[in-house]
């Protein structure tokens, strides 16, 4: 059986998220009672967002391929980080890292043009929603993407590291989400948007997002996860 590596706790409210659905995803493709091989390392948060909040990319480049060596001292055949703000980083990683590794934004991507999407809305981190990790990989594909107004965006970062990463899910931090992404429809004609940080999915899941497709950044990660578990390897 293979082994998939997570480099998470980042935010650990999402890396339980990833835990529990990664089993259940499992067990759906696989209902004979069985498992999957999975380990997780949980790293240090605040120490990642400090690096990357000073830009110093490279330095977080470091860290990270540290994390991952650990996965793969611990057996993991390939590995993914839970969260999508650590993809600023995520060439560099690929090309330094000793095993495979799963890009969140790639599977995304993916996902979005099996959908026919032209058009998305990117909701995340401030990192995530000024960076070009995203544009980068979407761009080619002929996707445009879409980012609040600034005002927006200072709010939902505020949110999400203050609320979201601690665990904490408030019914009118949902409702202000959604009317960011219903402008968003209106002024913006976007055709569906990005959960582009991993706790979101756990703050939008009754969101009215006036019938828009919502892509689950989390799900789509751990749905290619399982599939490559899946995929005879070394040992099936």
């Known amino acids: 059986m293979k ?6 706790g980042v935010g650990p409210e999402s890396t339980i998220a ?14 004979d009672g069985s498992y999957p091989s999975i380990v997780i390392n949980s790293i240090d948060l605040k120490r990642m967002l400090d690096l ?7 330095d977080v480049t470091r860290f990270l391929l540290e994390e991952i060596q650990r996965l793969s001292r611990a057996g993991a055949d390939f590995g993914m980080i839970a969260a999508n703000t650590p993809h600023v980083v995520f060439d560099g990683l690929r090309r330094g890292a000793s095993l495979p590794l799963i890009s969140i934004v790639e599977v995304t991507c993916r996902a979005a043009k099996a959908q026919g999407l032209k058009r998305l809305a990117l909701l995340g981190t401030r990192f995530t929603m000024q960076g070009r990790f ?9 996707i445009d993407l879409i980012v609040p107004m600034p005002d927006e965006q200072a709010y ?9 990463v601690p665990g904490r899910f408030l019914p009118g931090t949902r409702e202000r989400f959604g009317s960011i992404i219903r402008r ?53």
């Not at 835990?19 to 209902?31: F, I, S």
Request: net charge negative; charged share 25%; hydrophobic share 40%.
């Open 3 to 8: 082994t998939v590596g997570i480099v998470g």
């Open 18 to 31: 990833y835990y529990r659905l990664m089993v259940a995803t499992w067990r759906e493709r696989r209902p």
């Open 52 to 58: 990357i909040g000073a830009d110093r990319l490279e």
């Open 134 to 142: 995203y544009p980068d990989v979407f761009g080619p594909a002929g």
């Open 156 to 164: 939902i970062h505020e949110a999400y590291m203050g609320e979201l």
């Open 184 to 236: 968003l429809k209106k002024k913006e004609a976007i055709e569906g948007v990005i959960l582009g940080g991993t706790e979101l999915p756990l703050l939008l899941r009754q969101v009215d997002g006036q019938g828009l497709p919502l892509l689950d950044t989390t799900r789509l990660h751990v749905e290619e996860a399982v599939s490559q578990l899946l995929t005879p390897g070394r040992e099936e």
